[in-house]
Each structure stands twice: as C-alpha cells, then as structure tokens.
C-alpha cells in the first residue's frame, strides 16, 4: 500500500526535516555577514536596532558562562541573556566557560531556546575570563578545549561553532592552535586574525588568511571559515572576499559602531540615525518592564547615532546627563 496523505504526517514530517536536517550553515549566502557577538553591545534591543538598519545573515548572543546556567544561582541570568527576538532569527548562541560537564548541560538546554547553532568561544581576552579559565585561555589548554566542544557536540542537535584568535602571544600559533580545532569539525571556525596579546591593538593579520584556508581545505573542508578583525563593512568584506573567495563568511563587529547601517551599502542622514536612538530607547523602555536594567550603560550607544555634524557634542553632552528614557526622549523632543 502506498504511504496515505495525512496533514498530520506532512506536518511531522516537515518538522523532523526542519529540526534534524536543516543547518543554518549549509544555508547562507556566499559570502555570509554576521554581527560579531560583543558582551554589552548586541544584546536583544542592539539586535533589534541593527536588523530595523540592516540586518546581516546570522546574529550571535554575547557570550554566556555555562556555570553560571548550571547553577541555580546563575541559571535565571543565564537565560536572560539567552532571550531572543523574533527579528533575531537566524541567531547563534554563544558560550564559555571550563567545565565539560556545564558545556553539556548547556548545549542541551539550548536545543529548545530558539537557536540555530552554538558557537563557543575559545578566543575572549578578558581578565576575568582568562582567569577563570575560559574564553583565549582555552588555547593554552588545548585538551580541555576539546572535551568542551565534543560535550557541547554530544549534547545538542544543533550545528556547533567555534571563535578563536590565532593564538595566545604569537600569530604563529595558529599553525598547531587552528589544526586541534579543525580536527574536530566545527560546523564553522571564526578566527579573529590578532592574538589573546595583541588584543586589537595591531592591525588584523590579513596576511594569514590563504595559509589558514588551506588548513581548512585540508582538514576539514566542510567547516565554513568565518574571517574576523577590522572589517569596517558590507563594502570592505565584499573586496576582501574578492581577494579571498574561499573564505565563506565575515564577521563585523566595531564596524557597527561607526555605521549601524555597515550590512547595506547605505549611508545614513542624521535623521535615520536619530530614528534609530529612538526606537533603541523604546526597545529598552520596553524590555525595562520586563527585567531590571541599569540606564547608564545605555549612555555608551549615544554616540553611535550622534556623532560627526556641528552641534553632535552638545546633543551627545545633555544626554548624558539624563537618568531615564523619559528625560532622553524629552531632550529629543526639544531639538
Ligand atoms: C565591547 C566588545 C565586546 C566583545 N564581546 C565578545 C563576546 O562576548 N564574544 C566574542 O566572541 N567576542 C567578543 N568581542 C570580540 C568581537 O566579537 C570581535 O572578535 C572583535 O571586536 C574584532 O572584530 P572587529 O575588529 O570587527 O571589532 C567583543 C568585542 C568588543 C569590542
């Protein structure tokens, strides 16, 4: 008898095909743009605003500690953090942290949280971080780094990804350093070409990128390669893919900063940018309501939509001096 036609059999069907078969990194544009993931820079409502500008193919969360989801203590922070919108969509999550077990734990809660991948991050400079074990200091504890991602691996039906830096002190490293992580099969490798020593102090060593293709081709050519460091736009990543057409996708960070828009090739008037202050205020407003938020942190964001016209100081100066979203849409409203 041939399989009978049933609504409820498409619809089973269609969502197995659509959560075990459906990898978001066999299905983006070549070259791909994402919005790098910066902690205090792209949460939910930065998200929101850059996708209102122009949003790139992928998001990826800040980076959230996989202790702190595995305690009780830091599970309800965690998973704040964790929220998602739907103009997010596709939005990788990305973690950190030291310990196997926490790494699993975590994968599995991120099965069901909306995500299309996990990335971990194998590359942050922090202190604090590199202190407790995680983010670059990874690479300087290679074995570890691979228990975090085959648990990671193991726990969670989602493609996992790993950013890194070339190395701790010396670009070299890369050479031993990105072989252990391809070896794995990361469904996509980021390298922000610097070191965990350089921090961003020296220009990115675009240098590198045909030698650390090759690595890729030869040890694992389905991970997609993901360049990253001082790319400023949509513009820039197209030329430097035209020099580097095997490279799959780009990561802009700071580029944000100097133009929301930088995932078009649109350059925008004072008045879109001024379009967007407001609906970061209202975003914040809103999610204010929801959970506890400081307002001051919000202060750094002015200068990304006021900056570069006579009179962007003075602006930039009374915002500064306000306490709430109210007195900001008040000194706005005033101009
Ligand atoms: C404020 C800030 C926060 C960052 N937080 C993270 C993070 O949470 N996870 C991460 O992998 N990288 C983080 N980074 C590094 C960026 O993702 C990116 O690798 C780096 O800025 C280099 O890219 P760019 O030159 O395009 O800015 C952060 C960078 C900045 C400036």
């Given at each position: ?223 997609k390669l ?32 100097a133009n ?61 001096e306000t ?13």
């Amino acid at each position: 008898m041939p399989p009978r036609f049933s609504y409820r059999g498409f619809y089973i069907y269609h969502k197995k095909c659509y959560n075990t078969q459906v990898n978001i990194w066999d299905n983006l544009p070549k070259p791909f743009l994402i919005l790098a993931p910066m902690e205090g820079v792209t949460d939910i409502m930065f998200r929101q605003v850059i996708a209102r500008a122009g949003r790139p193919d992928l998001f990826f969360t800040e980076f959230t500690n996989v202790s702190s989801y595995a305690s009780e203590k830091g599970r309800h922070n965690a998973l704040e953090r964790l929220e998602v919108a739907p103009t997010d969509s596709p939005i990788i999550a990305q973690i950190w942290g030291k310990n196997p077990e926490h790494f699993s734990e975590t994968c599995q809660a991120l099965n069901s949280l909306g995500f299309s991948g996990v990335d971990l991050n194998f590359g942050c400079p922090d202190k604090h971080v590199n202190k407790a074990g995680g983010g670059a200091a990874m690479i300087k504890t290679p074995d570890l780094a691979v228990e975090c991602f085959r648990n990671a691996k193991k726990s969670t039906s989602l493609p996992v990804s790993v950013k890194t830096r070339l190395g701790w002190s010396a670009p070299e490293e890369y050479k031993t350093w990105l072989p252990i992580l391809l070896t794995e099969h990361p469904a996509a490798l980021t390298v922000h070409l610097r070191t965990k020593k350089e921090m961003s102090k020296v220009p990115a060593h675009y240098e590198l990128i045909p030698e650390i293709i090759k690595l890729r081709n030869k040890i694992s050519p389905e991970t997609k390669l993901i360049i990253n460091g001082d790319i400023r736009d949509k513009i820039h990543a197209l030329e430097l893919h035209q020099k580097y057409p095997e490279v799959d996708g780009f990561m802009i960070g700071r580029g944000v900063f100097a133009n929301p828009y930088c995932f078009t090739n649109h350059q925008p008037t004072r008045e879109e940018l001024m379009k967007l202050l407001k609906l970061h205020l209202d975003l914040f407003e809103k999610q204010s309501q929801k959970h506890y938020l400081s307002y001051e942190p919000l202060k750094h964001f002015f200068k990304i939509y006021i900056n570069n016209y006579p009179g962007a100081a003075d602006l930039r100066a009374k915002l500064m001096e306000t306490h709430s979203v109210k007195e900001a849409h008040k000194v706005l409203s005033s101009l």
